[in-house]
């Protein structure tokens, strides 16, 4: 597993569609693609929307990505992530 940050920003759509019932859908869509969600967060600034995602592959990041794109309307921005600790073994 691995994991992943996606970073989502509201369309006008989005905004108008908000709602608890497609936060679990969300989350039902991560389940679907054999991932955990470490942390969901709302925030303010350029950015709507943080969350932390474990992910089995680069192709599932993928997938999820798109998919929450096409099921929200809310464009997320995905890339992998690594601990600090796990950097500085990678650049030795």
């Given at each position: 597993m691995a994991i992943f940050i996606m970073c989502g920003k509201y369309s006008l759509d989005a905004v108008k569609k908000i709602s608890a019932?497609?936060?679990q859908k969300t989350m039902e869509l991560v389940k679907k693609h054999k991932?955990?969600?470490k942390g969901m967060y709302a925030?303010?600034?350029e950015k709507d929307l943080l969350f932390i995602?474990?992910?089995p592959s680069m192709e599932a990041a993928m997938?999820?990505?798109v998919g929450l794109?096409?099921?929200t309307g809310i464009a997320f921005t995905t890339a992998p992530a690594v601990t600090v600790e796990?950097?500085?073994k990678l650049m030795g």
């Open positions: 019932d497609r936060t991932g955990a969600i925030m303010l600034g995602i474990d992910l997938q999820l990505s794109s096409k099921m796990e950097f500085d």
